[in-house]
């Protein structure tokens, strides 16, 4: 048995033998040339070697590189669809018919494609049939530049290189033609007689030709001597060198080149020369300056700025200064500025700041004229700036506020500053502790309000009764430095708190009542103190310093319901007219605080004979004094609605049968009657009503105040005649109904062709919209040029809509209790009609009726000239009075490279 043992190993051992002996010796592999496959054999993708390799475990373990690294860095993918044919001696491939080939980001599509191995190259062209026909020139994409080949090219995907002939390229908003073309490996391209557009048409409207282009990604095409062609024609008008912009807007920093010309007045000038700062991707600024030969210069400073998610706005500043020489026969001589400031944020967290500031001198507006109409015809000034708060998980909340008004004609300013309110939101302390209704809506509010105002228009403090020789009589004060010491000494200030506390319940089923008590307490630091001057026989007051407060209260309750009325119709296109009434009646109670233990009132003799007067210790302070006299009043009103159901004709489907159209939004009157007073009860009835037209094209809007008391004539002692009241009513002394004291009527309208009228904020969105859907990127510049166009229509064509007209009528009337009238109307007019597919003209226009004369107008005229824009812009009179012409390109980029003609108000 050992014997077949020691037998068995022994075979079995000369059979293994070999097999290690062999494992042990390195074996030589046959190496193999790599060649693309052919795309016409299936599968697609043809593995040669259908055997496994073991992988060699020693070879991963082994630091030293034997084999030199490949020049492929990427999958390579391509595709023919005639035949993809292989020539192995050259080891070259080649691809007809709508082939294309990818590597990386690189693309290149054509109709004959041959691929060099050998050198990592590339070479395209078209194939010409036998009529001489060349199809599938190649189309070339390197990342997110494309080129259009009209010829060959040859490109290194190992060096990203290329020879190109007879290409166009788009860069920026710019195309780029050239005959031989030289495309580096950092993307900048060299051209040999080319030219550079933005009309993208096959036969460009406008071009210029240079022999020698360089365009460099990302910053600029630079070009050497070059020639203005229009449609093909060379024009005399070129520059040595040129460098146009190649960077993203958002980046771009660079020179502003002025705009030049020459004025009447100011002679010589050059204007909006600066520089444009992109500091980076939060705030822009550009910073220009004008200079004139006569001796005014400016200097002008736009930033705009953007914080994600948190706030954006944007801040200009304009300071013009101009003196004529003493020799001009009409010398003009002023310095002006102007400053503007918006501030957005977005809602977050319980703190909100926001601000719109608007100011400038009044010089600005009446001798620097703008492009913007709208700038030339306003006649107010308002800013306001302000900071919320809310205190999370408590009522109250906190707001700070400064604000400022100025008018451009009268030249008053006034600035409210600080501002600050502190508020509690309504309590409902009994709501989860009672059923009775009246507790359970019982509620209560509490308000701290501080103001000052300070204005450059003073009154006289002394003396102050113009009936018996004294003036109230106001100085304009110049707003300066110099007299802002002056200003703040005369400056406004109070502070109020207000304590409301209501409850309201229903009342027979169909009423509902609300019962309120309003408590008020002001506080200030100065009253006045009013006496007898027996010297002057008048009344003379002067500033008494010393915290006071006045506390002053009310009550009141108010019965409310609604009452709704319909009148059904069988026949014709009206259904049903609804008819919506809310009668409310109510009932008000104040005592009367001049009554001399409140001390709010002075009770002052008014000449020799010892007959007095009673005064208002704090008349004209910023919340007013305590109200005069005792009130019970019984308040009443009526608002009444009609609205009518109509026939819907253009709903075909049954989806939409009926519409609602308004017949009177809205029908308002009220009035009361104080039963404590001594004479005149009745207050004046105001009546006030609105409606719209023709699918609410035109608006209209109606209000009036009747006063119900007879009048009566008398001649003062300067001979003139004069009304006043009597306490009688009107109809009992054969004079109507009343007298009216004023009433207003305001007409608007906009009729076009287009069913659909827009909003500015539809206007808004449907420009941004637009943008993003022709591959635009929404950001800071282009939304503030949308505002512009949303706020100043007049630079925005509307090319679809073939005219427009919009207009305005405003009329109001004014009697005073003498009987003096003052009357004022006015209408306005805009619009813009197409006498063509491309030619538009605009207006805007008005007309003062009550002086006979025209407002200062506008005409303006628009040509499409597909990649350049005309603009004709004319104010034929008033102190605008001037002309400019504008030919622009459609270019963000090449917004300076225009012809344009200015003659200002100036030269007149």
Known sequence: MQGIKLLFLSIFFLLILPILASAQRPVRMQERRLSVPDTLQLPPEVNLDSLTTTADTLAIQDTTNIVPPSQITTEINYYAEDSIVTDFTTNKVYLYNQAWFEYGQMRLDADRIIIDWENNELYASGVTDSTGTISGNPFFKDGDAVYEIRKEMRYNFKTQKAIIKDVVTEQQDGILRGETIKKTDDGSIYLDHGYYTTCKLTEPHWHISSNKLKSIEGKQVVSGPFNLYFNGIPTPLGLPFGIIPNTPEEKASGIIFPSYGQEQVRGLFLRDFGYYFAINDFIHTRVTGDIYSKGGWGAKAQSVYKKRYRFSGGFNMDFQKFKSPETELNPADYNSFRLTWNHTPETRGTGRFSASVNVGSTSYFNTVISNNFQNNIQSDLQSSVNYTKQFAGTPFSLSASAQHSQSISTGEVQLRLPNLNVSMNRQKPFQNLSRVELLRNFNVAWTFDFRNSITNKITSTTPIDEELGGTTQTELVPFNLENFNYLLQNANLGAQHRIPIS?????????????????????????????????????????????????????????????????????????????????????????????????????????????????????????????????????????????AKVKNSQDSTGENPTKKIPLLENLDMSSSYNFAADSFNLAPIRISARTSFFQRKLSVNMSTTLDPYATTSYTNSSGAVLERRVNEFAWKNNQGLGTIRNASLNLNASINPSSNTQNPNEVRDELTNQFLQQGGILDDFVESQINQIVNDPSQYIDWNIPWNLSFGYNFAYNKSTTGTTNITQALQLSGDVSLSEKWKINFNTGIDLQAKSITQSMIGIARDLHCWQMNVNWVPFGRFTSYNIDIRVKSSILQDLKVSRRRSFFDL
Not at 504 to 526: A, H, I, R
Not at 557 to 581: A, C, L, V
């Open 503 to 643: 409850s309201n319940f229903t009342l027979f089923k169909y009423f509902t009542g609300t019962g309120s008590f309003n408590v008020s307490e002001t506080w200030y630091l100065q009253k006045l103190n009013y006496f007898y001057n027996p010297v002057s026989e008048r009344v003379d007051q002067i500033v008494e310093d010393g915290f006071n407060r006045i506390t002053t209260y009310t009550s009141s309750f108010n019965m409310t319901t609604n009452i709704y009325g319909f009148f059904n119709f069988k026949k014709g296109k009206i259904e049903t007219i609804r008819q919506h009434i809310n009668p409310s009646v109510g009932f008000s109670y104040t005592p009367d605080f001049t009554d001399p233990s409140f001390g709010y009132y002075q009770n002052v003799q008014t000449n020799a004979e010892g007959d007095t007067r009673l005064y208002n210790r704090h008349s004209g302070f910023i919340y007013g004094g305590a109200p005069a006299g005792e009130s019970r009043s019984m308040t009443m009103s009526l608002r009444t609605v009609l609205e």
